[in-house]
Nanobody, 115 residues
Framework: QAQVVESGGGLVQAGGSLRLSCAAS????????MAWYRQPPGKQRELVAD???????NYADSVKGRFTISRDNAKNTVYLQMNRLKPEDTAVYLC?????????WGTGTLVTVSS
């Protein structure tokens, strides 16, 4: 059974850091892109960052220079290092895994940044 599980969320003060992890397991093969999205309270889901199997990255303007996405292909895991966090980064962070024609999503991990 395919599973995508995020971890690492929590409560942090503004200016602090968190590292999120997302592991894909089960019947998920030939992973192409992996990505982090977020959904702030009462707002729509938005792309934070993505990374191809070859390591090419893409970031939302709002997180450039503060967040870094990386992946371990051997572990089918993607990470999001978040530095200099701001209250507006507060959201549920969700992981998306693209494997061929199929998208897999995790259920999310909550990040709360206090001012």
């Amino acid at each position: 059974q395919a599973q995508v599980v995020e971890s690492g969320g929590g409560l942090v003060q503004a200016g602090g850091s968190l590292r999120l992890s997302c592991a894909a397991s089960g019947s998920i093969f030939s992973i192409n892109a992996m990505a982090w999205y977020r959904q702030p309270p009462g707002k729509q889901r938005e792309l934070v960052a993505d990374i191809t199997s070859g390591g090419t990255t893409n970031y939302a303007d709002s997180v450039k220079g503060r967040f870094t996405i990386s992946r371990d292909n051997a572990k089918n895991t993607v990470y999001l290092q978040m530095n200099r966090l701001k209250p507006e980064d507060t959201a549920v962070y969700l992981c998306r895994v693209v494997a061929g024609p199929v998208d897999y999503w995790g259920t999310g991990t909550l990040v709360t940044v206090s001012s």
